[in-house]
Every structure is written in structure tokens, then in C-alpha cells.
DNA sequence: CTGAAAGCGCTAACAG
DNA sequence: CTGTTAGCGCTTTCAG
């Protein structure tokens, strides 16, 4: 630190807007470069981004605000984004709210109003409009990662939930099955609520009668899953297939599957949207529907960035990814 | 955006430097101070970070750099990390180098050279010496998590992986186990031998000759824990235990154990290093190690915010947590 | 306690 | 192509 442009102009005996000009890609005398790059060489310098900041109000920042930096599948979006960002030259700014936190979300946002960042990628189920709009007064782009908005114009990129639920719960009753229970998120999460929309939309469509001693809670939450195993294990009519819809309720159900002991397939049937380790990891293996992570957080940064760069040729742009359906051996067909 | 310093002293009537000492908690005339917040208020002004940096040279960022962002106990650290900076005020700045890739590191590097953050958090095990250095030129407190250097002074925080791995070996032996495998991580990893070391140890206090085909090498990753089980099952005189250091290589072995149908803790006892999710989520439950995560996350913050604001008065620090030792049932009790 | 003024390091007109 | 100059928004002496 202490070596300035100034110093690498003088040290390279030209004006320092010549430096910054090289700096910044512009054409430059070959005599005059090669100065320059000795100086910066010699004094080692590099600029100081805060400064070139204040003047060209860009921080090459990206804010990442979440509110479910628990959930699993969360750091390996984590990790593609940073990766994808930093290849473009931004960093990340990891912003967690815990639970949607009302307080903290809104520090998030004024701090992000306060220059600090370039742009914000949102999956803070519940909290994402407050963001929205503030990001919107500040001018600051946004994109909206597995959420969509239709509402408003915004960018956003998810997973097709409704349709992997759909396949999913379909695929159990083309087994045979028809009492089938969902374990669901927060209804204020879009995620959760798609998934069991899919789930629904299935029971309509084979005109199968939704039970609501079916239907079980389990708030995205590993304990969740694991209390809903036991509820529905109570009932005086078990059912014979189970839809779990995230992947933090899997792992707590799957404890109390082992818990009570209760064989999967032949007395219940398991089938879970995400796919990760313990899928493989547990005997029956896991029929389960995996979401396109990568892909996700590729599609996200690329608008996000194009967006900073000013290119608006495809706003809102909303894209909607497929999810894979993979078939192991936790689903009895009954009609075999 | 847009709204500045100046336009609130515009609007409350007084200096823009009065502003500023009222911003930053110095004693300002309560009519000026009222006039300010009104302004404050009207105006919905926040201060801009940047200007505030270039002035102050200081950022309110601190950087994580880290080589493990697909270990899951990674999560764990870094939303404490995440919480407990916020409260101090510094915002997160994530930087994966996967696998330590080198030229990564130098970027990264280079990156908080260029007044990126405030203070940097190292766990790249491998590179974290390059960046010491790198940020020490600049001046950047780092504090080390995981790994201690002793050459150098330098504030580390870690656990004690080597007493810990001790007491889980040790119950082991004391279990009856002679045979005693251990899936290892590269030697290069200062946690990897750390644990390795605590099985040496218990092996020589125990006078229990080493045996080389029973150390085997998961390189810390899921796949190689799967592919040691397998290599120490075909071994013509098998271990009756094992000991696995991380836990992906515990999934990874855990899917082997699976598959080869191996019952634990009958034909196989298994302990583990690392305690999570996946533990009690298999039958028999998995005895572990279990490391203090958040108090090793809430450690390194509060020494990293305590060099950052100048106070070196217990440099350099050296913290060693204990590890947790929990006893369930995946190891076999041979003289009961 | 307050205000005027200098300047953090850099970029972006603008003349030359 | 190069150099001079004027700020970006804020903090910080230094007089008053």
C-alpha cells in the first residue's frame, strides 16, 4: 500500500492521466507503456479500487443476499456464483438474513444503498420485494434467483418446481400409489409453495381426493422432516408414498424412517425434491428430483452482469430451468 | 443515491463538516443536531462507504478466503462468520479458491492488496502463507483459522484436531480394537495431520504396531472415502475398526459401507472426525468428534476486529478449542 | 462548537 | 497521444 498512480507516473515520467489511461485499456505511446509497466513492475503497484470507485461509482461488488444460507443446496450456488462473478472481475458479498430477519434485511439493503455493491442477486424468500424496491431507488440492479415476480419487470431465473413436483408425484401414482403424503415448506416461500402446487395439480389431474391429514408442515426445516415422519406415521390410515419437498426435511425424515424403523419401499414409498449425498448414502437409494444448480447460478450472473454493463436489450428477463428426474429404488411399483 | 453530505448541510443549514462530526458520534449544538436528522430523514440520506474509505482507508470489509467451500462444516463457519462481522459492522467478502488453485490464491490476493478489506480470514490450507505475506506488505491483519503457524507470528485459531483424533483412536483401543484403519487427507492439509498424528500417537502410547495397508488416503473428498472402504475390504487380515478423518470421506465411506454391506459396528466399528447431520442419520448412529464450529468462528472474528481497530496488546494470539467427543453407537464394545 | 479548505487516489473531460 | 485540471463524497486539520 502507499504506491499511488502518482508515484508510477513519475516513476514512468509521464502525466498521470496517462497512466490511468493504460490502466484502463485506452492506446498509449509503445515507449510510454513500456515505462509504465517497469514502473508498476518496480514499485509494484496496484490501484486502489476504492478510489477508482468514488469516481466512476462502481465497486465491482456483487451482493448475495439469502435467507436460507442453512439449506445445502446453498453452497453449492455459494461457490458457482462467487466463481462465475470473479471470472468477470466482481466479487461477492455474502449477505445472510437467517430466516428472512425483518432488521436484518433491511440493514442489508441500506447498506447496499450506501454504494456498496454494483449489483444484488436475491433468494431471501419473503424479503425480496423490500430489496426490490430499494435496489430499485438506488438504481442498482437485481436479480431474482428462484423466485419470479410478475408483478413487477425483474429478472429472474428459477427451477421449474411446479413441474419437477409434478413429475415426481406423478411418477408415484403410476406406480399405484394414491395415498400419497407431502411434507411442505412456509407457504410464504415460492419454492415450497410450487412444489406443492405440482403436488396438487397431479391429485386433479388423476382425480385422486387430497386428504388433509396429507398434508404436513415441515417448515424447510430438518426437524420439520423429522416430525412429519412421525405424524403422519400415527395415522390410522398410514399412506403408502411420501413426497418430501426439500432437502434439509429429507435428511430429518429419513432419521425418523430409521428411527421407527419403517421399511422403505415396501411400507412406505420415498421420493424427495433435491438431490444430494444422502440420497446415495441411504439403503433403499433415493428416487429424487435434482435441481440444475450450476446452471442457476450461471444463468443468474450472466444477466446480473450484463445488467451492470448496462445492457438492457432482454429486461425482465425470466428463465425458468428444468429439473432432472432421477429414478433409484425408494418408490414401490405396486403393480409389478 | 445521489443524496450527499452536501445536500443534507444544504438542507440543515450548516456545514458540511458539521454533518460529518455529527455522522461520526462527535458532540454537535442539539439545534444542529436536530436540524441534521430532520435533513437526514427528509432526505433519506446514508452516508456513501466508499468516499468514507478513500478518506479513512478503511473499508468495512473483511475477506474469507478459503480452499474448503465444499466441505459442508464450511457452511456452518461461514454464516457465523457472516453474523458476527455484521454486528461489528464489516461486511463479508467470500472467496473460494477451490482446491487452493494457485493462481486463484494470487488473484485473491492481489484483490485484497488493491484496499479490498479491512482483514482477511485465511483457511486455504496450502496458500495460506503466500496470502500472510501478501497482506502483512499491505498491512492487512489476518487471523488464521484452522491451521497454526508457529515460524511467523501470527493470530491462529484452531481445534485440537490431534487430541481429538486421539480420544476417538483411544476409545477405540480401549473398545478392544487393535486392528484399526484410518482414511487420512492429504498431508499437505494442517487438519489432515493434525489427525493423523493423534492416531500415531494413540498407536505408540498403546505400543500397537502400525500397519501400513490399514492407513489409507481419502484426499478429503467424498469419492475417496468410498474407494478406502472398499481398498481396506479387500484386504486379506481386515481392520475391525476405522477411523475417518473429515467428513466427506465419512459420506463417501458411509455409501461404501452400504453397498458392500458391512455391518457396523459388528464387522466394522466406525468413528468419525467431524459430527453432523449425517451421524444420527444412519443405523447404528456414528460415535464422532465433533468440532466447536461456532465458538472457532466467534473466536477468529472477535481477534480480527480487535486487530483492525489497532489493539495488538495480545499479539500473537494462539487459541486451540477442544473438540466434543460423542459416544453412539457405531463402535463395537468387544469385552462386554 | 462550527466552517472553510485541503486532499484521499483515481477518472474523465478538455486543450494542446 | 499526452498533460492539465476538476472533481467523486467524505474526513480532518485549523482558524474563528
Not at 416430525?227 to 435428511?251: G, S
Not at 444422502?278 to 428430483?289: I, Q, Y
Amino acid at each position: 500500500m502507499g504506491v499511488t498512480i502518482k508515484d508510477v507516473a513519475k516513476e514512468a515520467d509521464v502525466a498521470i492521466s496517462t497512466v490511468s489511461k493504460y490502466l484502463n485499456g485506452g492506446s498509449v505511446r509503445s515507449e510510454n507503456k513500456k515505462a509504465i509497466e517497469a514502473a508498476i513492475r518496480k514499485l509494484n503497484y496496484s490501484p486502489n479500487n476504492v478510489a477508482r470507485g468514488l469516481r466512476t461509482s462502481r465497486t465491482y461488488r456483487v451482493g448475495l443476499v439469502t435467507g436460507s444460507g442453512d439449506n445445502p443446496h446453498m453452497a453449492t450456488l455459494l461457490d458457482e456464483i462467487e466463481r462465475q462473478l470473479w471470472k468477470d472481475g466482481y466479487s461477492l458479498t455474502y449477505l445472510n438474513t437467517e430466516c428472512c430477519d425483518e432488521n436484518t434485511v433491511r440493514e442489508y439493503i441500506d447498506f447496499v444503498a450506501e454504494t456498496g455493491v454494483d449489483g444484488i442477486i436475491v433468494t431471501a424468500s419473503g424479503n425480496s420485494r423490500d430489496c426490490l424496491q430499494r435496489a430499485r431507488e438506488c438504481g442498482i440492479p437485481v436479480v431474482i434467483m428462484e423466485e419470479c415476480y410478475t408483478d413487477v419487470p425483474t429478472d429472474c431465473v428459477q427451477v421449474d418446481c411446479a413441474g419437477g413436483a409434478y413429475q415426481a408425484v406423478e411418477y408415484l401414482v403410476n406406480a399405484g400409489h394414491h395415498r400419497i403424503a407431502a411434507i411442505c415448506g412456509p407457504e410464504s416461500y415460492v419454492t415450497a409453495s410450487e412444489r406443492y402446487r405440482g403436488y396438487l395439480r397431479v391429485m386433479e389431474d388423476y382425480e385422486i381426493p387430497v386428504r388433509e391429514e396429507y398434508l404436513v408442515n415441515g417448515r424447510f426445516k430438518y426437524d420439520g422432516g423429522y416430525e412429519c415422519i412421525k405424524k403422519i406415521w400415527e395415522l390410522p390410515e398410514r399412506p403408502t408414498a411420501v413426497f418430501i419437498t426439500n432437502y434439509l426435511m429429507c435428511m430429518g425424515a429419513m432419521e425418523a424412517v430409521c428411527e421407527l424403523g419403517i421399511r422403505v419401499p415396501e411400507e412406505l414409498s420415498v421420493i424427495a425434491f433435491d438431490d444430494f449425498a444422502l440420497s446415495v448414502m441411504v439403503r433403499p437409494k433415493l428416487t429424487a428430483v435434482r435441481q440444475p444448480l450450476i446452471e442457476l447460478a450461471d444463468e443468474v450472473c450472466r444477466i446480473l452482469v450484463r445488467r451492470i454493463n448496462g445492457d438492457y436489450s432482454d429486461f425482465p428477463r425470466k428463465v425458468r430451468l428444468k429439473p432432472a428426474f432421477i429414478e433409484r429404488s425408494s418408490v414401490l411399483l405396486m403393480h409389478e
